[in-house]
């Protein structure tokens, strides 16, 4: 069964703007950091952000800083990723993660994927 579940990928044009959310399972949801990465073809997976489950912390990779932010409500188990300025190298596949109970915000330790979300920056 599918516990994570992206949308809001599509095509845009660059310098748009777009927003992904991840609806996830109370289970996988709760007291877990959550995290955005990412997957472009012929290149390795890699992180865009993350959230930690109670106090808000982010983290935020160097390429998506100052465009990208990450959000989450826990009351509605969701995490949104709202992403402006869009660039053609944003074009990949999205992908909500949970990570393993606890606090903090981490980069590692993912154990939980969504099936992903397509984005695709045009020129």
């Known amino acids: 069964q599918v516990q994570l579940v992206e949308s809001g990928g599509g095509l845009v044009q660059a310098g748009d703007s777009l927003s992904l959310s991840c609806a996830a399972s109370?289970?996988?949801?709760?007291?877990?950091?959550m995290g955005w990465f990412r997957q472009a073809p012929g290149k390795e997976r890699e992180f865009v952000a993350a959230?930690?489950?109670?106090?808000?912390?982010?983290d935020y990779s160097d390429s998506v800083k100052g465009r990208f932010t990450i959000s989450r409500d826990n009351a509605k188990n969701t995490m949104f990723l709202q992403m402006n300025s869009l660039k053609p190298e944003d074009t990949a596949v999205y992908y909500c993660?949970?990570?393993?109970?606890?606090?903090?915000?981490?980069?590692?330790?993912?154990?939980?994927w969504g099936q992903g979300t397509q984005v695709t920056v045009s020129s």
């Open positions: 993660a949970a990570a393993l109970p606890g606090d903090g915000v981490r980069r590692t330790g993912y154990h939980y």
């Open positions: 109370v289970r996988v949801f709760s007291r877990r950091a």
């Open positions: 959230i930690s489950w109670n106090d808000g912390s982010t």
